[in-house]
């Protein structure tokens, strides 16, 4: 139980273009979704929480209008870099509480790369 | 805001022990995680400690000191597979809300 389906897996987008990554919870409820990003061999940054029916907490330094989070509902989190340029490119990742105790699952996370 | 400090690397010998430390300052402490991730993967999860003392669960065991603002992960029996990163999280609560931020991870080598 408890798993975060996040697609898609890989992207390749021109600069300039728009991306959306959805984190979709499979079997729970996810009132708060978190999004991070990872650059190569660094730690998973955070980068906002996704909250269901309001709008995201952004972390310092994180652009709201260019990474666009919606969280719709209790089962799906959408995060859109917009007019992505190739230092956007990077892992994201997103997780969850999973109502498992205190345990968070991650989805399979997405490799961007904007050429 | 949080400082989470770990080590960068580390080198083991398989069937030895390996203790992970982390260091951390916040305020609302709310929990500490360890999570494993091999590269370019997702992380997963290996425990929580929330509570002073020891997390024991199979090969591997957590420890929480909050009055030090310290934890290790022990890794009992290495194996091969166990070379990955390993990644100390803290949550709190700030504001009414939860967040869980990461340090940078220790990236771990087992060799023969």
């Known amino acids: 139980g408890a798993v975060v389906s996040q697609h898609p897996s890989r992207v390749i987008c021109k600069s300039g273009t728009s991306v959306k990554i959805e984190c979709r919870s499979l079997?729970?409820?996810?009132?708060?979704m978190f999004w991070y990003r990872q650059f190569p061999k660094q730690s998973l940054m955070l980068m906002a929480t996704s909250n269901e029916g309001s709008k995201a907490t952004y972390e310092q330094g994180v652009e709201k209008d260019k990474f666009l989070i919606n969280h719709a509902s209790l089962t799906l989190s959408t995060l859109t870099v917009t007019s992505a340029h190739p230092e956007d490119s990077s892992f994201y990742i997103c997780?969850?509480?999973?109502?498992?105790?205190?345990?968070?699952?991650f989805g399979s996370g997405t490799r961007l790369t904007v050429v | 805001g949080q400082n989470i400090d770990q080590p960068t690397e580390m080198t083991a010998t398989e069937g030895a022990i390996v203790q992970i430390n982390c260091t951390y300052q916040t305020s609302g402490f709310n929990g500490l995680f360890w999570y494993q991730q091999h590269a370019g993967e997702a992380p997963t999860f290996l425990s929580y400690n929330v509570l002073d003392g020891l997390e024991e669960k199979g090969r591997f065991s957590s420890f929480l000191s909050r009055s030090k603002g310290y934890s290790y992960l022990l890794l009992k029996e290495l194996q091969m597979k166990d070379s990955a990163s390993y990644l100390c999280a803290v949550r709190d609560w700030k504001g009414g809300y939860q967040k869980v931020t990461f340090g940078t991870g220790t990236k771990l080598q087992v060799i023969p």
């Open positions: 079997d729970f409820q996810a009132t708060t």
């Open positions: 997780s969850a509480r999973n109502g498992q105790g205190d345990g968070y699952t």
